[in-house]
């Protein structure tokens, strides 16, 4: 962490440097600096790696080796597009899979398949598939809820103890493992083979036009600073808004500071460092929200900021509009709105756009915060082995050959040449690019719905006091969990 704000001191001391080259010999001494500060952060943040997965030698004897995944189109924007490629199209993630699809096949001699059933019909056929036995799926990809509802149902084996799985490797997101895991078991797991779930990784959208224009300090100033608070957040969005038909109301005409969905009662909770779901040192998942004053704190200033119209615009009070997936995409390709927590994905979605934008980490609550936390959203797409499949250490075998070699080719391709070259727009967005990344939380009640997320967004949403709101709630919570132990062979 400390490796990579130093680097972004360094960026941020070489992009003053530049703005000041009317200064002569002095700005070339700052220059200099500040070049020589770059490269010794950004040597500071190398190290070898190796892609070895210490797989044996095999020949598979040329059998199919199916994926069921999220490749319909049904899936819109959350379709699957990391398993399967069937040609070289010059489009540089097509051609990752393509490269690491062909590797695997001809160094295993095995054929890679993939099927996608629509969005609505995941769970049924996968369900429909482990209760007959059929064993033609060796893994299946499917988002986080539909992971638990299958982990639920006794479809899925503990990863643990699938063979030739080595679920400590780097090509494996370790932060998944620790999140998600249930009573020490591990059902599902994200890592390089898909890049869905950086995707679904929160950041906050910065419109760079709109930041200018105001005259204020940078985000990337405030987190080289470790000082990108949530009452940093709100300073900025003070005087940010602006009531650009002037009829005294604020809403979709105008310009909002904060352009913001539903998901962020929940997110932004999970980002100030607390889960929906807090696990024991047994592991054993348990609510604990209910009689925690800062966590009380926390909502309500939450609540109190997401539901003033004169900072913020939540699209899902307001809708779409014009033929926009979302309307809050409108507002901020037109430079009317200045900050946006959102996935990811929407840095890809937002290619077209003509306005500079950057992104950050998701602020810190507070100082007393030591770290950033970027939530995975759940509709990603996780690796897991169904107890029907054909030989469960072969798809162990096969997942690691192709988690592995997607470090070594997805990854680059993902992050180096399609979102810092492609898409990003400065290079402080690529330095933030890894705080992003590298400090995430996947939260175990997206994956089983034990009914925290319906308590926090009363709270939010709708302006529910805390106390009350958890102690209405903690019983069926933890009934829920009861049973979801009960069903991975945890109860007590």
Not at 407 to 421: K, Q, V
Not at 447 to 457: E, K, Q, R
Request: proline share 3%; with cysteine; glycine share 6%.
């Amino acid at each position: 962490m400390k490796k990579k704000l130093s680097l972004l001191l360094a960026l941020l001391m070489m992009a003053s440097a530049m703005a000041a080259c009317g200064d002569g010999g002095a700005s070339e001494t700052t220059a200099d600096t500040a070049e020589t500060a770059a490269d010794t952060a950004a040597a500071e943040t190398e190290e070898t790696e190796t892609f070895d997965p210490g797989l044996p030698d095999k020949d598979f004897g040329g059998r199919t080796f199916t994926f069921m995944t999220k490749a319909d189109d049904s899936w819109t924007d959350w379709k699957e597009t990391s398993i399967s490629a069937p040609e070289l199209s010059g489009e540089v993630l097509n051609d990752a899979v393509y490269n690491r699809n062909s590797y695997v096949q001809e160094t295993y001699n095995v054929v890679l398949a993939e099927y996608a059933p629509t969005s609505g019909n995941l769970l049924s056929e996968a369900g429909n598939t482990v209760q007959s036995g059929d064993t033609t799926y060796d893994v299946i990809m499917p988002p986080l809820n539909i992971a638990g509802s299958l982990v639920q149902s006794g479809y899925l084996i503990d990863l643990k103890e699938v063979d030739n799985l080595n679920l400590s490797q780097k090509w494996w997101d370790e932060r998944s493992i620790a999140d998600l895991s249930i009573a020490n078991k591990v059902y599902m797991v994200s890592g390089d083979i898909s890049t869905l779930n950086n995707d679904a990784t929160w950041c906050t959208m910065i419109n760079l036009e709109v930041l200018n224009d105001l005259g204020v300090e940078s985000p990337y100033q405030y987190v080289a600073e470790d000082n990108w608070t949530f009452d940093t957040y709100k300073l900025l969005c003070e005087d940010a808004s602006i009531d650009l038909d002037g009829d005294g109301d604020w809403d979709k005409d105008d310009s909002i500071a904060n352009l913001t969905q539903n998901e962020n009662a929940t997110a932004m909770l999970i980002t100030f460092g607390y889960h929906l779901i807090n696990k024991d040192n047994d592991d054993v998942p348990y609510f604990d929200l209910e009689g925690n004053e800062r966590v009380y704190d926390i909502l309500m200033d939450v609540s109190e900021f997401m539901t003033d119209d004169r900072l913020s615009l939540n699209y899902h009070e307001k809708g779409s509009q014009d033929g926009y997936h979302l309307l809050t995409t409108k507002m901020f390709e037109e430079n009317r709105g200045l900050f946006w927590i959102t996935n990811l994905q929407m840095v890809i979605r937002l290619r077209e756009m003509e306005t500079d934008f950057g992104i950050a980490p998701c602020p810190k609550y507070d100082a007393e915060q030591e770290d950033y936390c970027n939530v995975v959203w759940f509709v990603g797409s996780y690796s897991t082995v169904p107890v029907s499949a054909m030989d469960p250490a072969e798809s162990g075998f096969i997942l690691e050959a192709m988690a592995a070699k997607s470090r070594e080719i997805l990854r680059p391709a993902y992050y180096e040449t399609a979102l810092s070259l492609k898409y990003l727009r400065d290079e402080e967005s690529i330095a933030m690019l890894d705080l992003v990344i590298d400090n995430r939380a996947y939260e175990l009640e997206q994956a089983f719905d034990f009914g925290a997320t319906t308590a926090v967004n009363s709270i939010v949403l709708n302006e529910k006091e805390p106390a009350s709101t958890f102690a209405s709630a903690s019983k069926s919570i933890a009934s829920k969990i009861e049973k979801t132990l009960q069903q991975v062979g945890a109860a007590n």
